[in-house]
T-cell receptor
Framework: GQQVMQIPQYQHVQEGEDFTTYCNSSTTLSNIQWYKQRPGGHPVFLIQLVKSGEVKKQKRLTFQFGEAKKNSSLHITATQTTDVGTYFCAGQGGSQGNLIFGKGTKLSVKP | DTGVSQDPRHKITKRGQNVTFRCDPISEHNRLYWYRQTLGQGPEFLTYFQNEAQLEKSRLLSDRFSAERPKGSFSTLEIQRTEQGDSAMYLC????????????FGQGTRLTVV
């Protein structure tokens, strides 16, 4: 079945440093989505990427979808303490496909 | 519509008992997902519905788990003969079909089996 792998599992950075998390699917995806979960909260949608090679930006966050539509990355420039949380990618295969989550990358930011 | 709601928020049960959780999705959403999440892990897919049809159920899921979505509206997840390993947060999410298919999550039901 479809599997989504995410690395690293944890990332500790100093405030102001950059952060990147990587996501890899075992199968070609129709789209990939990114979510953020704060401690004690539920996953909250950040963005959806659909096209091969797509790059989207949200302020300091840059999301990329690989050419083969099997991998993706999230990059945060100049992290802030408000970026703390766990970032999940979720892959969807086909129009009828379910949404499979990676294990997430937990980001901690030291002020 | 205020979003996805789940009931109860917390459930403590004795091992061997049956429990049932309810999820009310966003009203116009066709898709409804159930996930299980334990501490430090990502949401683990359990099952999902498109309207009232259950399209897929995780192969890792025990036969003790069953879900329904009568009339394509709310959904229930039942766990029979609970075990301590069932202790987790059970998350429900809903989404629309086509275009943006982002999932909107409820607050979850935290199950503790003692």
């Amino acid at each position: 079945g479809q599997q989504v792998m995410q690395i690293p599992q944890y990332q500790h950075v100093q405030e102001g440093e950059d952060f990147t998390t990587y996501c890899n699917s075992s199968t070609t995806l129709s789209n990939i989505q990114w979510y953020k979960q704060r401690p004690g909260g539920h996953p909250v949608f950040l963005i959806q990427l659909v096209k091969s090679g797509e790059v989207k930006k949200q302020k300091r966050l840059t999301f990329q979808f690989g050419e083969a539509k099997k991998n993706s990355s999230l990059h945060i420039t100049a992290t802030q303490t408000t970026d703390v949380g766990t970032y999940f990618c979720a892959g969807q295969g086909g129009s009828q496909g379910n949404l499979i989550f990676g294990k997430g990358t937990k980001l901690s930011v030291k002020p | 519509d205020t979003g996805v709601s789940q009931d109860p928020r917390h459930k403590i049960t004795k091992r061997g008992q049956n429990v049932t959780f309810r999820c009310d999705p966003i009203s116009e959403h066709n898709r409804l997902y159930w996930y299980r999440q334990t501490l430090g892990q990502g949401p683990e897919f359990l099952t999902y519905f498109q309207n009232e049809a259950q399209l897929e159920k995780s192969r890792l899921l025990s036969d003790r788990f069953s879900a329904e979505r009568p009339k394509g509206s709310f959904s229930t997840l039942e766990i029979q003969r609970t075990e301590q390993g069932d202790s987790a947060m059970y998350l429900c999410a809903s989404s629309s079909l086509g275009g943006r298919t982002e999932a909107f999550f409820g607050q979850g039901t935290r199950l503790t089996v003692v």
